[in-house]
């Protein structure tokens, strides 16, 4: 079993930054992708952001070219760098891993963004 602890939320105002940051009980995250997903009340889940095991990373439409997935193995930490955030950011952001024969999830971190 693996815990996931995110940390880093917080109030900011717009065009502000905060670093999220995910930490695992067990070094899973150089064997397994990560991912990072957010959601706001009454929407859905949605994926935020996501690193492979080779260090590649893909990002949703939505945040391109304003966060930054990373990963430090030897610290067993995913981080989201956040930068230039907007109010529609507002959000519980969780880290994600997959895995059989239940997905690792942390029990989130809430980043409120004010206008």
């Known amino acids: 079993q693996v815990q996931l602890v995110e940390s880093g939320g917080g109030l900011v105002q717009a065009g502000g930054s905060l670093r999220l940051s995910c930490a695992a009980s067990?070094?899973?995250?150089?064997?397994?992708?990560v991912n990072w997903y957010r959601q706001a009340p009454g929407k859905q889940r949605e994926l935020v952001a996501a690193?492979?095991?080779?260090?590649?990373?893909n990002y949703a439409d939505s945040v391109k070219g304003r966060f930054t997935i990373a990963r430090d193995n030897a610290k067993k930490t995913v981080y989201l760098q956040m930068n230039s955030l907007k109010p529609e950011d507002t959000a519980v952001y969780y880290c994600n891993v997959p895995a059989l024969p239940r997905d690792y999830w942390g029990q989130g971190t809430q980043v409120t963004v004010s206008s």
């Open positions: 690193i492979t095991t080779g260090g590649s990373t």
């Open positions: 067990k070094s899973i995250f150089s064997v397994k992708p």
